[in-house]
């Protein structure tokens, strides 16, 4: 009687054979999902970047429409106003800008100046400014809108006779209210009568 003749290291290869695919094939697995998940996080900071650039784009665009609105005439000794006793009446409701000749003392978190608005009895102190007719403003978000227009603040910080120094401040977010941008700028103005007794 002739019997099949079989190597016993043959049987025992097939099942490490197995063994092996189904770990390879698991840590593949991992390794394509872990790829996805880093891709995900990368988008997510490339969504944060755009929206941090859109909010100092116009909070840059707000500053500059607060320099260009000094230089317009009569605007330096126009306006102005001493914000140490803000009325409400002048701040976020204010139809035109206006300069503060004195420092805003009772403002809310006045040493946190990243801490925006900036506001004096709960009322947003700057003035709104729409940089151009395409902003789209909107609390809930969305494509290509702004949490809310951007806004400047413009304080006198020196004056003679002849110069006038002052200080803009602009602020903006983005399409949400955890991305926000703020500048400053010191801008000098000459005039023939700029002493506005400080």
């Known amino acids: 009687m002739n019997t099949p003749h079989t190597l016993p290291f ?26 996805f998940k880093g891709f995900g996080i990368q988008e ?3 969504g944060n970047m755009r929206e941090k650039q859109r909010a100092l784009q116009s909070a840059e665009a707000a500053e500059q429409n607060g320099e260009i609105w000094l230089t317009s005439l009569g605007n330096v000794l126009s306006n102005s106003v001493d914000c140490s006793t803000l009325a409400l009446t002048v701040t976020s409701s204010a139809a035109t800008p206006y300069i ?9 978190d006045a040493l946190n100046v990243a801490t925006v608005p900036w506001t004096v009895g709960g009322a947003e102190v700057g003035f709104s400014v729409a940089p151009s007719a395409s902003v789209t403003v909107s609390t809930s978000g969305g494509a290509d809108t702004y949490y809310q227009l951007p806004r400047f603040y413009i304080g006198l910080v020196s004056s003679t006779a002849v110069q006038a120094l002052y ?23 000459t005039c023939t009568t700029c002493s506005l007794g400080l």
Do not use: F, H
């Open 44 to 46: 997510l900071i490339a």
């Open 167 to 189: 200080r803009i401040d602009a602020w903006n977010y983005g399409g949400t209210k955890s991305t926000v941008a703020v500048v400053e700028s010191n801008y000098v103005v």
């Open 100 to 108: 503060c000749q004195k420092p805003v003392a009772l403002m809310d």
């Open 10 to 35: 043959r049987s025992t290869q097939r099942g490490v054979v197995l063994i092996s695919a189904i770990l390879i094939l698991v840590i593949a697995s991992l390794l394509a999902l872990s790829m």
